[in-house]
Structure formats: C-alpha cells, structure tokens
C-alpha cells in the first residue's frame, strides 16, 4: 500500500516506520505522500487509538529531508516545499489520537523537526538530534524554527540551528527535547506500554489534552478559552459521565469515545 513506510497494527497502536534504511530514512517526496496518506487513515479508522513513529534499521531515524531534491530549486521553489512539509507536520501535531516519536538513530533536520512534531519524543541511547541545514546554507523549514525553539528555549535552540552541532541522546533528554532514554533494545517495548496506558483513557480526553496544549503555541488561539472549551465539551460526553461514574462506584471505567 505504501512504498516507504512499513505499518503494523497491534492493540490498536500503529507503529509507522519510515523505511528507506540506505539513505538513513531520508523524507523524499515519496515519504513525505506516504506520510500524508498514512496521516489521514489514523485519523479516520477507529482501531487505530495511537501511533509510534519510528525510522527502518538500527541507524537512524530520519536523517534529513533528502538533499538531492534541493539541487536546483527556486526561491518559490523552496518556499513551497516547506509549506508542503510545515502542513504535513500540522497534520501530526494536531492529529486528535496521540502520536510519539521513537527516535531510534540519527533525528537531524526534517527528521528532528518530524520529530518534535509529535506529541512527545523517547530516544534511544544511540539517537542523535540535530538541526544542520546551515551546513548547506538553509534553515531548517519544516517547523524546526519555530518547534525546537518552543521546546528547548531560544538560546539553546539557536545554538543547534546556527552551529549545526548534534547532541546525544542524554544532552535531549537534559534539554527536555525528550522524555526518555533507553536501549535501542527496548525503545519500542518503552514506547508501547506508554501508549498502552494513554489508549486507557477517554479518546475525547486525549483530543481535548491535544487540542488545549497545541493552543499554546498557536497565536490565533487563546490557550485558556480553549481550554474552558474543551472542558466543557468533555462534560457532553458519554465517557465523562461513565467516567466519574466509575469512579464513585469504585470500579474501572469502560470508555467507549463517544
Ligand atoms: N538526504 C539524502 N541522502 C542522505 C541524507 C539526506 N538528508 N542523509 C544521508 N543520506 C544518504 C547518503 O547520501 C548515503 O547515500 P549513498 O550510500 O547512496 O551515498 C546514505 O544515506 C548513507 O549516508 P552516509 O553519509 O554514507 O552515512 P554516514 O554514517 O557516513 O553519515 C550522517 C551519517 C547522518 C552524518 C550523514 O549522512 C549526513 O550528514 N546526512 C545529512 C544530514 C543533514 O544534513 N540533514 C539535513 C538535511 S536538510
């Protein structure tokens, strides 16, 4: 169905890894379809609760939007391969079920920025994060500006993006560009049993959660009556009544997300 990603569903998570392992999962047009389509059946099919995405081989995650596909462009060109990019990076961000980044090797430029487009990132031991586009006389363009700024501080931020220096996996986690270090080993056990928590809990809930800290960032939003918003709309739903529900009668709720 896809030509460069691999997908499995298990326990309703979907794992999606970028497979293109000879070029180091490099996002050519091709992966960048791929993830568009891929994109859009998680936010239609309902068994699919969460999402791990993750990069082919024991080497990298994403090492960069593929450079041979820069060779010649134009400004507009360029400006309109970022949009194409920032958009399919919107669409991960505010996808409503959550989406964790396994960062299983090297995260550099559009594969950090892939990345930090996900709700939250683990890594492993052997991951690197870096943003080196100015070694090719760019700037990072889809969304990395902006996302490793938000997450890491400006200072911090500007020193990866203007020195194009890479940081190991434990300087991510003290940056808190992650949450998590473990071995290559056990990355996508870690990643699955926290997932296997959150697809617990009311799938609205998660939406709202995702919608109310996304609205921190947008500036077209006020974060706070977003989040009364949302609040209120958990009250209309089925889960929030069995919820508390089952909470006084002291026994597990079964949440249908509705
Ligand atoms: N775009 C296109 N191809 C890429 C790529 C990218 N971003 N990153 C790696 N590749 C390709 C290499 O060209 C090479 O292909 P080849 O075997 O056909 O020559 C293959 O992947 C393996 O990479 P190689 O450079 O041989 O591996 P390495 O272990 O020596 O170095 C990196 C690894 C990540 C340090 C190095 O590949 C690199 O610097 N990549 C570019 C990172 C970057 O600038 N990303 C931002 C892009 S905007």
Known sequence: MYQTILTSLDENILTIAINRPDKLNALNRQVMQDLNEVLDEVYKNKLIRSVILTGAGPKSFVAGADISEFVGLTSEEGAALAKKGQDIFFKIENS???IIA?????ALGGGCELAMSCHFRIASETAKFGQPEVNLGLIPGY???????????KGRALELIMSGILVDSHT??????????VSQAELLDKAKSILTVINSKAPLALAASIAAANAVFDETKNGFETEVREFGR?????????????????RKPAFKGV
């Open 96 to 98: 409503p079920k959550p």
């Open 102 to 106: 396994a960062v299983n090797g090297f």
């Open 143 to 153: 969304g990395g500006t902006q996302r490793l700024t938000q997450l890491i501080g």
């Open 172 to 181: 991510a986690l003290q940056y808190g560009l992650v949450n998590y270090v």
């Open 234 to 250: 958990c009250f209309g739903t089925e889960d929030m009544k069995e919820g508390t529900a089952a909470f006084l009668e002291k």
